[in-house]
C-alpha cells in the first residue's frame, strides 16, 4: 500500500553478525583465525545469505567462453570450503587446484573430495602455487595479489575475479580495478567482461544497500571481473 514501510528480507541475526564482522576484518592474522573459526558454519551461513558469487562467477566464464575445454587446470583462490569447486564440477570442470590460508576452511574443501590438490597459502604474503593455469578467486583477496594470478595464469588464460559493490565495500573495489587497470594499460591482459550483479546477496545490515534496492529485496551489489592473459610478444629480430 503507498506509504506502507517495507522490512527488507535479511538473514537470521547470528548469521548477518558473523558475515559483518568477516567483512569488517582488515587485519590479515585476524581474518585467517576468524575464517578458521568460521569454518564449520560457513556453507550453513553463506546459504542463508543466499550468496551467489561462486555460480555467478562461474557462470560468467562458461558463457563468455564456452568453448573451454573440460580438462583445463583452474586455480582457485581463496577457495574456502570449496563453493567454486561444486559449481565447476557440475558442468563438467575436473581439474581443480585450490589455495587458501586457513586449515580449517582447507579441511572442509578436502571433505568434498573435488581437488586434485590443496594448498595452504597466505595471500599477500606467499607465492602462488600451481604455475600454468587459468586462476579464478570470489573472495577478498589483497590487491597486492593481481600481479601473482596474472604470473600463474598460462598465456591466453582466464582470470577470474569479484567483489561486492556495497558502500562499505566501495574502498576496495576502487583499489582493485586500479591494480587491474594498471595491468591492462601495460598490456599484460585485456579485460573480456565487467558485469555489475544486482542481487548479490542478502544485506547485513539497512546502511549496506540503497534506500530504493532495500524497498525492493534487501541484497547487496557485486561485480565481476574476466581477463584474458596477452600472449608474449615476438622478440625482434636483430
Known amino acids: 500500500m503507498p506509504g506502507e514501510a517495507v522490512t527488507p528480507r535479511m538473514a537470521p541475526e547470528e548469521v548477518r553478525a558473523r558475515v559483518e ?3 569488517g576484518l582488515t587485519d590479515p592474522a585476524q581474518k585467517l583465525h576468524f575464517y578458521d573459526r568460521w569454518a564449520k558454519d560457513y556453507d550453513q551461513d553463506v546459504a542463508a545469505l543466499q550468496y551467489r558469487a561462486p555460480r555467478l562467477a ?3 566464464v562458461i558463457n563468455t567462453c564456452p568453448g573451454l575445454a573440460p580438462e583445463s587446470l583452474i586455480l582457485d583462490v581463496a577457495c574456502g570450503t570449496g563453493l567454486v569447486a561444486s559449481e565447476l564440477q557440475a558442468r563438467g570442470f575436473l581439474q581443480l587446484h585450490g589455495v587458501d ?3 580449517e576452511m582447507l579441511k572442509q574443501a578436502q571433505a568434498r573430495g573435488l581437488y586434485q590438490k590443496l594448498s595452504l597459502c597466505t595471500l599477500g604474503q606467499e607465492p ?3 604455475p600454468e593455469v587459468g586462476a579464478l ?3 577478498q583477496v589483497p590487491c597486492t595479489v593481481i600481479p601473482e594470478l596474472l604470473r600463474v595464469t598460462k598465456p591466453g588464460g582466464l582470470v577470474c575475479l569479484t567483489t561486492r559493490t556495497n558502500p562499505s565495500n566501495l574502498p576496495y573495489k576502487e583499489a582493485l580495478e586500479a591494480s587491474l587497470d594498471q595491468l591492462e594499460r601495460a598490456g599484460a591482459w585485456e579485460c573480456l567482461v565487467a558485469q555489475p550483479v544486482d542481487h548479490w546477496e542478502l544485506a547485513t545490515s539497512e546502511r549496506e544497500v540503497a534506500p530504493r534496492a532495500l524497498a525492493q529485496d534487501g541484497f547487496i551489489s557485486g561485480i565481476i571481473y574476466l581477463y584474458r592473459k596477452a600472449h608474449p610478444q615476438p622478440s625482434a629480430d636483430l
Request: charged share 5%; proline share 13%.
Open 21 to 23: 564482522a568477516a567483512h
Open 58 to 60: 562461474v557462470d560468467c
Open 101 to 103: 590460508g586457513s586449515p
Open 128 to 130: 602462488l602455487p600451481s
Open 137 to 139: 578467486s570470489h573472495g
